[in-house]
């Protein structure tokens, strides 16, 4: 009877164990669900703002009486915060950069009563022309680091020599005579408050077109500050040509030059011959 009584003792214990481990399983598996369930679905990261600018012509025509323009450059900012639009945390700067080209600055000493060039140095890949439009003052819109890092504003252009083992010094005396220069032509220009806010997203920059601007592809640049920070940079470009009996001459220099060198001599004889006959004295 003993030997019977023990494994029915062994078997009810057993039985009362394995449901036991069972309901701990079950708890395991129903707790995981839980704890997922309390995070929530994760919540999509906003899309980053963007600039778009459009140009309101992409071709300009000049003639020889051009004596100056506006350009009006038209865009939008994408994703833009309605609290950060209202609060007037949202700066757009505007450029306006002409083709690039070498440049060479001479400075006059007076010899023997006379003023000469005796000093010159020569520069690579300089924008002939340079105009910015803001919306408020640069020092308000961001730091001087971030206008260096940017190259933006005539004062951080990359105008580097074309000897660049001369003297420091000098240099940097010639670069800045270079950028007066451009500044006194109105070839480097900065129109503080260019720059405006038609609605949330939506701006309008002005940019003055000096009478001695160059022909040649110009690009439009626009960037994008949020409290301080660069956010993005929008681009596009324009196209200034000559036009009338000018641009005809210019281009027939340009590709018929030994044809245009014998037609301006031939007009020079001609010239030359019908004076005398007409201012000849008898």
């Known amino acids: 009877m003993a030997r019977l009584f023990l494994p029915a003792l062994l078997l009810a214990t057993a039985t009362l164990i394995a449901p036991a481990a069972a309901q701990e399983e079950l708890e395991g598996v129903v707790h995981e669900p839980a704890r997922g369930a309390e995070q929530g679905p994760q919540q999509p990261a906003p899309n980053p703002e963007a600039i778009q600018i459009g140009l309101s012509t992409n071709r300009v025509t000049i003639t020889a009486d051009f004596s100056g323009a506006d350009l009006t450059i038209f865009g939008s900012v994408d994703n833009s915060d ?11 700067i505007v450029v306006l950069e002409g083709p690039a080209q070498d440049i060479v600055v001479r400075r006059k000493d007076r010899v023997l009563g006379v003023w000469i060039n005796l000093h010159s140095e ?13 919306t408020r003052m640069p020092q308000d819109i961001t730091d001087t680091d971030s206008y260096k890092r940017l190259s933006l504003g005539a004062d951080n252009l990359h105008i580097e020599p074309l000897d660049r083992d001369g003297n420091p010094q000098t240099i940097e005396q010639f670069r800045q005579a270079l950028r007066d220069r451009k500044a006194a032509a109105g070839l480097f220009s900065m129109r503080v408050g260019g720059v405006e806010f038609l609605s949330q997203s939506l701006f309008r920059a002005s940019l003055p077109l000096s009478p001695s601007v160059p022909v040649g592809t110009h690009k439009a640049r626009a960037f994008l500050f949020k409290n301080g920070v660069f956010i993005k940079e929008s681009s596009a470009q324009l196209s200034i040509v000559k036009s009338g009996f000018e641009q005809t001459i210019y281009r027939f220099s340009t590709n018929h030059g030994p044809s245009y060198g014998i037609l301006a001599t031939l007009l020079a004889v001609v010239t030359g011959w019908l004076g005398r006959i007409v201012f000849r004295k008898d």
């Open 82 to 92: 309605p609290l950060v639009a209202r609060q007037g945390r949202y700066d757009i």
């Open 122 to 134: 020569t520069f690579t890949n300089v924008p002939v022309s340079y105009s910015v439009a803001t």
